[in-house]
C-alpha cells in the first residue's frame, strides 16, 4: 500500500524509548537528508542504560520512533533509485527466502551512514562485554570510521547497509549476517512501513540455541519507524558455572498482504 501525508503537516516525532510504550515529542526531523548533527542527538537521547539490561537478557532490544514517519516513507521510495546500490539480492536464487534486498554502495545516504556512525560508540561498550565475557580477544575501537579501517585492511571493503523488500508471500529464512572475519556483535533493524496499514504478518523473528537445550524464540512487534538492535551470531549467558556462548539466528516471518521495507545497519563491511 502507498502511505500518504498531507503536504501542510508535520511528521510526528516519538521520544526515544526501549521498548516501552511512544510518548509523541515536538519539532520532528523531517528532511530526508538528515545531517549527521541531527541525528547524532536523536541516538544520544535513547535511554542507552535499559537498552543494555534487555540486549544483556534477551539479545534484542526495541528502540521506539528512531524514524520519522517521513523519513521512513522516503528512505522506502529510495528502493527504486539504482544508482544508489552495489547489488540487488533476490532471495529465492540463493534459497535465503522469499523477497528482495539491495546493498547500499558507498558513499552511504546521509541519514543511513549517521544513523551508523551514531549508532556504534553505544553499542561498543556492549560489544566489548560480551566478548570479553565469552573469552574472545577481539576489541572494538570507540570510532566506527577506526572500525572500518580494521574491515577494510582485511579486505572487507564492500558496505553491508541494505534496504530489504517483501510482498504478499514474502518471508527471510533463519540467517547471520556474517560477511568475513571481521564481524561486530550487534547490528540493527528499522522498519520502514507500517503494521496493519502498509502490510500485514511479516514479524521480526530471533530464535537462540542455547546448548543441551532446545531453541528460544522471541518476536519482536515494531511499528514504523522502529529499531531492534540484536545479536548478530552470539552472545554470553550466565550460567551457574559461568558465562556461555549462546548461538542467535533472525529472519521474518511470511507476509500475509501489502509490502513491508526494513532499512538494515551493519557496522562490518563484507569481503
Not at 541525528?39 to 534477551?58: F, H, K, M, N, S
Not at 561486530?184 to 530471533?206: H, I, K, N, Y
Amino acid at each position: 500500500m502507498a502511505v500518504t501525508i498531507k503536504q501542510a503537516q508535520r511528521p510526528q516525532a516519538y521520544a526515544l524509548t526501549v521498548g516501552g510504550p511512544r510518548r509523541p515529542v515536538p519539532a520532528p526531523l523531517e528532511d530526508r537528508r538528515q545531517p549527521p548533527a541531527a541525528i547524532g542527538a536523536r541516538v544520544d537521547g535513547i535511554e542507552w542504560a535499559t537498552l543494555e539490561r534487555e540486549l544483556d537478557a534477551y539479545g534484542c532490544a526495541a528502540i521506539r520512533g528512531l524514524l520519522a514517519e517521513a523519513e521512513c516513507r522516503a528512505l522506502a521510495a529510495r528502493y527504486a533509485q539504482d544508482g544508489l546500490y552495489r547489488s540487488r539480492i533476490v532471495m529465492a536464487r540463493h534459497g535465503f527466502g522469499q523477497g528482495e534486498y539491495k546493498y547500499f554502495a558507498y558513499p552511504l545516504p546521509d541519514i543511513v551512514g549517521a544513523l551508523r556512525t551514531a549508532l556504534y560508540p553505544h553499542l561498543v561498550p556492549v560489544a566489548n562485554r560480551w566478548n570479553a565475557a565469552m573469552g574472545i580477544d577481539t576489541r572494538y575501537p570507540a570510532v566506527h570510521a577506526d572500525y572500518l579501517a580494521r574491515c577494510h585492511q582485511a579486505g572487507q571493503s564492500r558496505p553491508t547497509p541494505l534496504l530489504l523488500r517483501y510482498g504478499p508471500g514474502d518471508y527471510n529464512c533463519l540467517h547471520q549476517d556474517l560477511y568475513g572475519e571481521h564481524v561486530f556483535p550487534l547490528q540493527v533493524a528499522v522498519l520502514l512501513s507500517e503494521p496493519g496499514r502498509d502490510f500485514t504478518g511479516g514479524e521480526f523473528v530471533m530464535t537462540e540455541q542455547r546448548p543441551r537445550m532446545q531453541s528460544r524464540a522471541e518476536v519482536v512487534p515494531l511499528r514504523q519507524g522502529d529499531a531492534v538492535v540484536f545479536a548478530v551470531s552470539q552472545r554470553p549467558v550466565q550460567g551457574s558455572r559461568g558465562s556461555y556462548r549462546v548461538n542467535l539466528r533472525h529472519g521474518v516471518s511470511r507476509l500475509h498482504a501489502g509490502q513491508r521495507y526494513t532499512l538494515g545497519i551493519i557496522f562490518h563491511d563484507a569481503s
